[in-house]
């Protein structure tokens, strides 16, 4: 006999009562309501009914881990019910559950086009939450609807709507919206410029778009104003005040080299050798070739660490340094060299750097590193070793993404044989 199944739901009510100066006091009541019939045999007096007690299946703490299979078993027959399952997904959708969310989110989804005339009946009665939870959704199956709820939202007073409303229509390369795209961009539009727009892949005109972005490099953009960000708590390290950083990655990402000369006012916004936002302009502009950063680098290797300005993004001015140091070492610069190698106290990062810029002259460091304990320096000393030389060593029988020990003693080999050869 199947073992029964015992669910509970959290039913929460919130009562709230004016407190005669604007405040409010809320008291919450809870109680447990099990279902000790199995879902999966039990008969169900309407199709709602089922959908719920199958949507139930999911709330399981264990519904991801160790009752997968029911899990499956519930989502295959919720898919299965088409239509009649749609009332109850749409509902769970909204539940703060996460796990029963995103199931609902998929398997309506994966009911596809029948689901359409449900959730077109329920839409008007849906608020603006509950109803950009269904715009993945509506992207997939019915897309014109979604496309004008998104561009209604364009004109909306919430910032963080508008927000979501230009990641659905620059996603999609909605054409009705590209103007406004560039206006925002150009910070001509009649709403605050939303940060959303700041793509790292072309939208509608590659070049077009870079020229924008490059522009709002410039210290009087709205991108340096911090005037595209949703006014919300931000979180220090990840949420700069200084949008120019998400303008970064997406030059970066787009390999905009003819931005380089433009990233170089940035990175001394604080002076020069302070390395401003240096963590993410020095790798550009070593990637990108760009000799000219090349006093700059100097610069910032010369000043005290404790002087720079690198900016909120994770790296401190020593390890603004150490960047400045492999970049020109990469332009070709031998004091970026000198600079790592005197390095005493980050192994990793200068093996690292030793693998991607050395030469010949490196071999035998690279060689007494591979039996360093540390397993980064291990695999940078077999990536070096193979760029240096163009030898391919690999210890299994198809090459690893990853070099191993094993590689690393078949390195040791080749060596000593390299050794005997000139003696």
């Known amino acids: 006999m199947r073992q029964l ?16 100066a604007g405040g409010q006091e809320r008291a919450k009541k809870s109680a447990e309501v099990r279902l000790d019939k199995d879902p999966f045999s039990m008969k169900f007096p309407t199709a709602d009914a089922k959908a719920a007690a199958l949507i139930e299946v999911f709330r399981d703490p264990e519904a991801g881990g160790q009752k997968l299979d029911l899990t499956v078993r519930a989502y295959d027959i919720l898919v299965g019910m088409g239509t009649d399952a749609v009332p109850k997904l749409v509902e769970g959708i909204h539940d703060s559950n996460h796990y029963v969310s995103s199931q609902c989110i998929q398997a309506l989804s994966d009911i596809g086009q029948p689901a359409v005339v449900a959730v077109r009946a329920r839409w008007p009665k849906l608020n603006d939450a509950e109803r950009w939870r269904l715009m993945e959704f509506l992207g997939k199956h019915d897309y014109d609807r979604g496309a004008d709820y998104a561009l209604d939202c364009l004109k909306s007073t919430d910032e963080e709507i508008r927000r979501k409303a230009w990641r659905y229509l620059l996603r999609h390369k909605e054409k009705r919206v590209k103007e406004e795209f560039f206006r925002n961009l ?9 940060y959303a727009v700041i793509r790292d892949e072309p939208v509608f005109e590659a070049q077009r778009e870079e020229e924008l972005l490059i522009a709002l490099l410039d210290k009087n953009s709205w991108a ?24 970064l990655l997406a030059l970066q990402a787009r390999n905009a080299k003819k931005a380089a000369p433009a990233l170089m006012p940035v990175l001394q916004a604080h002076g020069p050798g302070r390395g401003y936002m240096g963590a993410l302009i020095i790798p550009m502009l070593a990637d990108w070739g760009y000799k000219e950063a090349i006093p700059e680098l100097q610069k910032i290797l010369s000043i005290d660490a404790r002087e720079m300005r690198p900016g909120p993004y994770g790296y401190t001015g020593t390890g603004v340094k150490k960047l400045a140091a492999r970049a020109l070492w990469q332009l070709g610069h031998e004091a970026g060299r000198q600079y790592l190698l005197a390095l005493d106290d980050s192994k990793a990062f200068v093996a690292k750097s030793v693998a991607r810029c050395g030469d010949k002259r490196d071999i035998p460091l690279l060689v007494s590193w591979l039996d360093d304990p540390n397993g980064d320096v291990v695999e940078s000393a077999c990536q070096g070793l193979a760029r240096i030389t163009g030898v391919n060593i690999h210890a299994g029988k198809k090459p690893e993404p990853k070099s191993s020990r094993a590689d690393a003693i078949l390195w040791k080999k080749w060596y000593a044989n390299q050794q005997s050869r000139r003696d």
């Open 5 to 20: 199944i015992v669910f509970s739901i959290a039913i929460v009510h919130c009562l709230a009562a004016n407190d005669g």
């Open 186 to 194: 150009e910070g001509k539009c009649e709403f605050p410029p939303c």
């Open 224 to 247: 340096a104003q911090d005037r595209g960000f949703p006014k919300r708590q931000k979180l220090v390290q990840f949420m700069p005040n200084d949008e120019r950083y998400f303008v």
